[in-house]
């Protein structure tokens, strides 16, 4: 008989290893950037499931809790499912495409995904560990796009291979537009983990941060650039009104350092 700290190991394992999901890329198999990695990330979340039921059957007081977040992804998981039944192929809509991977069986399996975090990682210590994996993941997606950056000819998909000055890094995406969505998603993850790490360790997050946000304007995709500067906009509005009168100078201050910040990241990614 499995243990209950044995299962949320094996678990919590599973977890890691479908995060590397996005490092994945199978040039044998059609779609090599999309394909790949969802067929390893099914593979793997597949793996953990058995253990997972198990440990919510046997274990009754560690089976996840139905809160309104809950409650609201299976809704939509319900609706998914019956304009699937009512759409012009129940098949296509269940197995999806090979390019895209978008059908009902890849939500599913990201379905379990989430079960499995909010089942296993239920201290502060466990969620912050994971957010500073998906970071370390990113870190190592944005090293590539770096590279490939300065070096056009390792790109992946050779046949968009450009001048150092005009390629658009996609790293191990296959897809600028894709890299540049995962980039905004880690500058801002980055940020918020300044604010929830400790004194000693906080400020490594901000040049983690700008790393992000130099390799997304690599990728010469406007629609995040855009997205950006709203996000940071809106960002420091809710500071701003949030903090007492003493701390609204900082956050003038800090602003200010931003968009010079953001001037320079726009003079180094016209190198």
Same mark, same amino acid.
């Given at each position: 008989?499995?243990?209950?700290?044995?299962?949320?190991?094996?678990?919590?394992?599973?977890?890691?290893?479908?995060?590397?999901?996005?490092?994945?890329?199978?040039?044998?198999?059609?779609?090599?950037?999309?394909?790949?990695? +969802?067929?390893?990330?099914?593979?793997?979340?597949?793996?953990?499931?058995?253990?997972?039921?198990?440990?919510?059957?046997?274990?009754?007081?560690?089976?996840?809790?139905?809160?309104?977040?809950?409650?609201?992804?299976?809704?939509?998981?319900?609706?998914?499912?019956?304009?699937?039944?009512?759409?012009?192929?129940?098949?296509?809509?269940?197995?999806?495409?090979?390019?895209?991977?978008?059908?009902?069986?890849?939500?599913?399996?990201?379905?379990?995904?989430?079960?499995?975090?909010?089942?296993?990682?239920?201290?502060?210590?466990?969620?912050?560990?994971?957010?500073?994996?998906?970071?370390?993941?990113?870190?190592?997606?944005?090293?590539?796009?770096?590279?490939?950056? @300065?070096?056009?000819?390792?790109?992946?998909?050779?046949?968009?291979?450009?001048?150092?000055?005009?390629?658009?890094?996609?790293?191990?995406?296959?897809?600028?537009?894709?890299?540049?969505?995962?980039?905004?998603? +880690?500058?801002?993850?980055?940020?918020?983990?300044?604010?929830?790490?400790?004194?000693?360790?906080?400020?490594?997050?901000?040049?983690?941060?700008?790393?992000?946000?130099?390799? +997304?304007?690599?990728?010469?995709?406007?629609?995040? @650039?855009?997205?950006?500067?709203?996000?940071?906009?809106?960002?420091?509005?809710?500071?701003?009104?949030?903090?007492?009168?003493?701390?609204?100078?900082?956050?003038?201050?800090?602003?200010?350092?931003?968009?010079?910040?953001?001037?320079?990241?726009?003079?180094?990614?016209?190198?």
């Amino acid at each position: 008989m499995f243990t209950s700290n044995n299962l949320i190991k094996i678990i919590k394992l599973g977890v890691y290893a479908a995060l590397l999901a996005p490092l994945i890329y199978i040039p044998q198999t059609i779609f090599g950037t999309v394909f790949g990695k +969802m067929i390893y990330f099914q593979i793997i979340i597949e793996l953990a499931l058995p253990f997972f039921i198990y440990l919510i059957i046997f274990y009754k007081d560690l089976r996840p809790k139905i809160d309104l977040l809950t409650k609201l992804i299976l809704l939509f998981f319900g609706i998914i499912f019956i304009s699937s039944i009512f759409g012009v192929d129940f098949s296509q809509s269940f197995w999806g495409e090979m390019s895209r991977m978008r059908g009902i069986f890849t939500l599913l399996h990201l379905l379990a995904f989430y079960f499995y975090i909010i089942t296993v990682f239920r201290t502060k210590s466990d969620r912050k560990q994971l957010l500073f994996f998906v970071l370390l993941v990113g870190f190592v997606m944005a090293i590539f796009g770096f590279f490939e950056r @300065l070096y056009p000819q390792i790109n992946i998909d050779k046949t968009t291979v450009k001048s150092s000055a005009a390629h658009r890094v996609m790293s191990t995406t296959g897809n600028s537009i894709f890299f540049a969505g995962l980039l905004l998603f +880690m500058f801002f993850l980055s940020v918020y983990c300044f604010f929830i790490e400790e004194k000693r360790y906080r400020f490594a997050f901000l040049p983690l941060a700008a790393f992000f946000a130099l390799i +997304m304007f690599y990728t010469g995709t406007r629609a995040a @650039l855009v997205g950006f500067i709203a996000g940071i906009f809106f960002a420091v509005i809710y500071l701003f009104f949030k903090a007492p009168k003493k701390k609204k100078a900082v956050i003038l201050v800090g602003f200010l350092l931003v968009v010079t910040l953001l001037a320079g990241i726009l003079g180094l990614s016209k190198i």
